[in-house]
């Protein structure tokens, strides 16, 4: 189970997964990072353009390139965000020239990179001087209640098989710290963290649930490879340990972010 390929599907699936927290979670993070009007900003690793919306909707359209290695994502992001560039690339080699932008972003893909190191040192290339360069991850360890309990209920009906694939565990860059390090290790200076905390509202556990079914992200490519037993299990074991009844609910989720400027 490859951590980047379980995103190759169609990008309403994702909206329905984490996707349902990325708007919110784009405007805390631009928040923190201090997006400015009149700045070039970049958004590696776009998805549908939740984070692309958000600079479009402060800085505008024009000021707003893209990189995202799924066509499927790329494309709903060109559709999400009118106006903004948008290519198909991955973080770690993108067709920008070197010191193109102001402000360089990235949301929910660190630790979904094959080389998260050649990958800051890329977004430093095209961001210049003095520049930020800023992330973040879920804190799946902790606080991003729909995934963590989710690995807690896996581990409940395949205990092994979750154990190998637990993003609480096999992540990196996805713990308090670790994105800071990172950037510190990449030169740059400057060096901030923050906690991001949003919520995200559903129907019922079956409109949470459903999305899992489509095999996106690991959770749900975790989902679709267990028998029907075994998937009937996990659906029961997870809905007891969030609580959930037949009628609407709200899960918070808290993310890591950091920042830094080029030197």
Request: charge should be negative; hydrophobic fraction near 45%; include cysteine.
């Amino acid at each position: 189970m490859a951590g980047a390929d379980t995103f190759r599907v169609q990008a309403d699936a994702y909206e329905q997964h984490v996707g349902r927290y990325t708007p919110q979670l784009a405007a805390a993070f631009c928040d923190f990072v201090a997006v400015q009007p009149g700045t070039r900003a970049l958004d590696v690793g776009s998805g549908p353009g939740a984070l692309a919306a958000e600079l479009a909707r402060r800085i505008g359209p024009a000021g707003v390139s893209a990189a995202e290695p799924s066509e499927p994502f790329a494309k709903a992001c060109r559709s999400r965000v009118p106006g903004i560039e948008v290519v198909i690339a991955p973080a770690e080699v993108m067709p920008f020239a070197n010191a193109s932008f102001d402000v360089t972003v990235s949301q929910l893909v660190v630790n979904f990179l094959d080389d998260a190191e050649a990958g800051l040192r890329e977004m430093v290339r095209v961001t210049r001087p003095g520049g930020v360069i800023a992330a973040c991850v879920w804190d799946y360890a902790g606080e991003m209640t729909l995934l963590r309990a989710f690995w807690d209920a896996a581990r409940e009906v395949a205990p092994h098989r979750a154990a190998a694939r637990d993003e609480g565990d096999v992540m990196h860059w996805c713990r308090d710290g670790e994105l800071a390090q990172l950037w510190t290790g990449a030169g740059l200076n400057v060096v901030r963290s923050s906690a991001l905390r949003v919520h995200a509202g559903y129907a019922d556990f079956d409109d949470l649930w459903a999305p899992f079914l489509s095999g996106v992200a690991p959770s749900g490519a975790f989902c679709v490879s267990l028998d029907e037993d075994r998937r009937t299990a996990l659906k029961d074991a997870y809905r007891r340990r969030l609580g959930a009844g037949d009628g609407r609910f709200e899960l918070t989720a808290r993310a890591w972010a950091v920042a830094g400027t080029v030197a």
